[in-house]
């Protein structure tokens, strides 16, 4: 996660930085995977067919912590990309520093406002002002499962509870196969860990533990019940999980190695470049308990201040590409996403992504549409970073008790 405290000086660097080559985009991104190399291949494709040269900064490591650090040194020593995918409240913080363009000339134009959800518009904005285009909606609270795993381990279809959970990993475990692929990486512990939150504690638990940072929600009952329930997933994860890649625990599931993946619908953007059908070799669910919520996690790209005017050109280009009919559709189709602008057509998108979008709409009214703490939509980074570490502590320390984990979180939420 980035600590944005050091940049004091890096908008005169900024500013006195060699002028970028005409129309060239340099694009920080760590989307990397097979499915993600995909998706972001569109955007490439759409910017060199506006004349745009891309240039591909690629940091790879899931859930971006390895791709912010690398941005924080670039931005500091004065050679900021034209743009970098940033999300959430983090936004805010490059924003402050006063490193970001100002996207309003485009936004205006194109009516941002009328395009995007307000909750999504107002992530977006800097004091009134776009300071970043976003690209979709994912979904964090799904749990995925390999159908013919289900089938060979008696379990009739996804699970609905926590309990309904454990019942059916008992059975995968008996038929020889790992319950839980997992990838052993803090930002994936800290996946698990929200949608066992929400599914525990419900919409306005989550909201009052994770998003509001309470204490007396942070140290309550539901939250030690939720590290039970967290620390027994991890009794039916494998021993080699440590240090795994996301996409490497999904192709357990894809493989039919393992059962169940807990995490955001970028996995499936692997069941798809695997040629995978959902409701035939796999199924989509919402994580035990999690039916009725939604935890989103938007992926957005911020432009940099530049002053070559070819460079503006190009990053306006971008900007307008990503919000764009063409983008929206053909990124979010290999990337597991739904498109986030609005009163797109949905046709050619499978039943998962339909329940997305028809969950994001009903959650949105019922007041269970909550952002996601583990995609850095929901707290400042600092809090984030200091919670992650936290959860994965206790995530692979059996020595660390419930009570011990749940005093340890609630201390790290206090991190400013
Ligand atoms: C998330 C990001 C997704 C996906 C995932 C794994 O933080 O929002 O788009 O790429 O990381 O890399």
């Known amino acids: 996660m980035v600590r944005l405290s050091k940049l004091a000086t890096a908008v005169a660097l900024l500013v006195a930085g060699t002028a970028a080559i005409a129309g060239e985009v340099e694009v920080l991104h760590w989307w990397t995977s097979g499915g993600e190399a995909k998706s972001v291949g569109e955007l490439k494709k759409i910017m060199q067919e506006k004349g745009n040269t891309w240039k591909d900064f690629a940091v790879a490591g899931g859930g971006g912590d390895n791709a912010m650090t690398v941005l924080k040194s670039r931005v500091v020593s004065g050679n900021a990309p034209a743009a970098a995918q940033i999300k959430g409240p983090a936004l805010q913080e490059w924003a402050a520093e006063g490193v970001l363009a100002n996207l309003d000339p485009v936004a205006k134009a194109e009516n941002w406002d009328a395009l995007l959800p307000k909750v999504v518009a107002d992530i977006m904005k800097y004091k009134g002002n776009y300071i970043a285009a976003p690209v979709n909606v994912h979904r964090v609270n799904w749990m ?8 060979k381990a008696g379990v009739a ?10 019942a059916a990993a008992d059975k995968v475990k008996k038929a020889g196969l790992i319950a839980v692929a997992h990838g052993g990486q803090n930002w994936q512990d800290f996946t698990v860990f929200e949608s066992v939150v929400l599914g525990t504690g419900g919409a306005k638990f989550y909201n009052d533990a994770l998003v509001k940072l309470d204490q007396k929600a942070l140290t309550s009952a539901t939250m030690t019940k939720s590290l039970e329930t967290f ?15 996301w996409n490497l625990a999904t192709a357990m599931v894809i493989q039919e190695k393992a059962a169940f993946q807990f995490m955001g619908d970028w996995a499936k953007g692997e069941f798809t470049s695997a040629g995978k059908v959902p409701g035939k070799d796999y199924i989509c669910a919402a994580a035990p308990g999690t039916d009725n919520a939604y935890t989103f996690n938007v992926d957005s790209f911020a432009m940099f201040k530049l002053k070559d005017a070819a460079a503006q050109k190009a990053q306006a280009d971008l900007a307008s590409s990503i919000m764009g009919v063409q983008f929206q559709e053909i990124f979010n189709l290999n990337k597991g996403s739904i498109p986030v602008r609005l009163n797109m057509d949905m046709s050619k998108f499978d039943d998962c992504a339909k329940l997305s979008a028809k969950d994001f709409v009903a959650t949105s009214k019922a007041g269970s549409l909550l952002p996601s703490i583990a995609h850095g939509m929901a707290v400042p980074p600092a809090a984030a970073g200091a919670i992650q570490d936290a959860v994965s502590q206790f995530w692979n320390d059996d020595k660390i008790s419930v009570a011990d984990g749940v005093k340890n979180i609630a201390k790290a939420a206090k991190t400013q």
């Open 144 to 151: 995925w499962a390999n159908a013919a795993v289900l089938k």
């Open 157 to 166: 279809g996804a699970p609905k509870t926590w309990p309904e959970f454990f």
């Open 231 to 245: 620390r027994k997933v991890h009794g039916y994860v494998d021993p080699a999980s440590p240090g795994r890649d």
